[in-house]
């Protein structure tokens, strides 16, 4: 999952990717994480997938669904086995509505790795109506984010991903005029970069008409660096740094090896990047906000991720804890209590990865040795945390 690269690229400022000051009331009692079981990870490749029956609607909630225009073959770029393609859908946004639930429909599962939805704004619908004209074929390449300015996330789906439900005063805004940006990744690693067919994926959106008393989501994410060296045995030239980070900027662009760069500069203060299995990053929240949700995000290598609030302290929380990471259980997962984070609090996410897993995974197992780096093809990495979170 690829996202707020720009963001990161600049240093990683925190108050470009979270949280304006505000006051609210606090959420009272101790915080209780959200945990993933801890079965062993499967870390396989999803060939099947069926959404779970919706939920019923409740009051003022309506249901639409929407596809990408056209169906799209993927073609990875650069000899890569990997494409970040952008449609635009136009949800039909007539009036002052909430985004209160989601359901991603995906339509050729054993290619689609994950999928993200960015809101565009009226003022912005022009630009992005360009940006598909000016592009040739379906849609448009997106490695990184969705291309258009201030295009803020409001869903998303990796494997193991349903609708999750939080609060019925809870939603994405959705002013009249807004469209939609369907980012997909499509991992073309099993059929050495062709794909197996076209895709024509979509999305079942639930809108609430409702406006007293609604609480506008958004969603921030937390990266840490993956500096990940070969395993014990494994040897090759992409086993070097230098190259591997090389090789992810020839496959995705200079924008992917500048990623690189301002994780490490941003987390590691710029010192020479340690080599480990684990790693994170510390980021101070500029303002104010309740956490309501959160989730992770890693690839086919990773073995846990936890987003902590004040780690180290007495007011320290556990907002998020994956001890045994499953890539086919990627769900958001609703704190069993709201969370207030205050201005200058701690936000850390921590990423364990193991490069052992290479040769026991069918999907990696032909790929060459590498030291992996935060990138956005299968065979990298990334170390993601996100958090959904509201105002009050």
Request: charged fraction near 15%; include cysteine; hydrophobic fraction near 40%.
């Amino acid at each position: 999952m690829k996202l707020t690269r720009r963001a990161t690229a600049g240093l990683l400022t925190v108050a470009s990717m979270m949280l304006v000051a505000a006051c609210g009331p606090g959420a009272g009692g101790p915080a209780t994480p959200a945990v993933a079981s801890p079965a062993a990870p499967v870390h396989g490749g999803h060939t099947s997938y069926s959404p779970p029956p919706a939920a019923p609607l409740r009051a003022d909630e309506h249901f639409t669904t929407v596809y990408m225009p056209k169906p799209y073959t993927p073609k990875a770029p650069n000899g890569g086995t990997d494409e970040y393609r952008c449609f635009l859908v136009d949800p039909g946004i007539s009036r002052n509505e909430y985004l209160t639930g989601s359901q991603f429909l995906p339509q050729n599962v054993a290619i689609v790795h994950h999928a993200i939805f960015f809101r565009i704004n009226p003022n912005d619908a022009a630009q992005a109506r360009r940006l598909d004209e000016d592009s040739p074929g379906e849609g448009w390449t997106c490695f990184g984010d969705s291309g258009i300015h201030a295009a803020p996330w409001v869903s998303s789906w990796a494997p193991g991903g349903h609708e999750v439900l939080l609060g019925a005063n809870l939603g994405y805004a959705m002013p009249p005029g807004s469209l939609l940006v369907m980012q997909v990744h499509y991992n073309l690693l099993a059929t050495a970069g062709k794909a197996p067919g076209p895709d024509q994926s979509g999305i079942r959106l639930r809108l609430s008409t409702k406006s007293a008393g609604m609480l506008p989501l958004q969603t921030t994410l937390l990266t840490a660096p993956v500096e990940l060296p070969c395993a014990q045995g494994e040897s090759g030239p992409l086993c070097d740094r230098a190259a591997a980070v090389t090789d992810v900027s020839h496959r995705f662009g200079p924008e992917a090896a500048a990623m690189v760069i301002g994780l490490n500069e941003y987390c590691n203060g710029g010192k020479d990047p340690v080599a480990g299995v684990t790693q994170h990053c510390d980021q101070r929240s500029p303002g104010s906000a309740v956490v309501r949700a959160a989730a992770g995000h890693m690839h086919l290598l990773g073995r846990s991720i936890k987003v902590e609030l004040n780690p180290g302290t007495a007011q320290a929380k556990t907002l998020l804890n994956v001890p045994a990471y499953n890539f086919d259980d990627q769900s958001i997962r609703p704190l069993a209590a709201p969370v207030r984070v205050k201005a200058g609090d701690v936000l850390r996410v921590t990423c364990t990865h193991d490069a052992g897993l290479r040769k026991q995974l069918p999907q990696l197992r032909t790929t060459p040795a590498r030291y992996v780096v935060w990138g956005d093809g299968t065979t990298d990495e990334m170390c993601l945390g996100v958090l959904v979170w509201t105002l009050s």
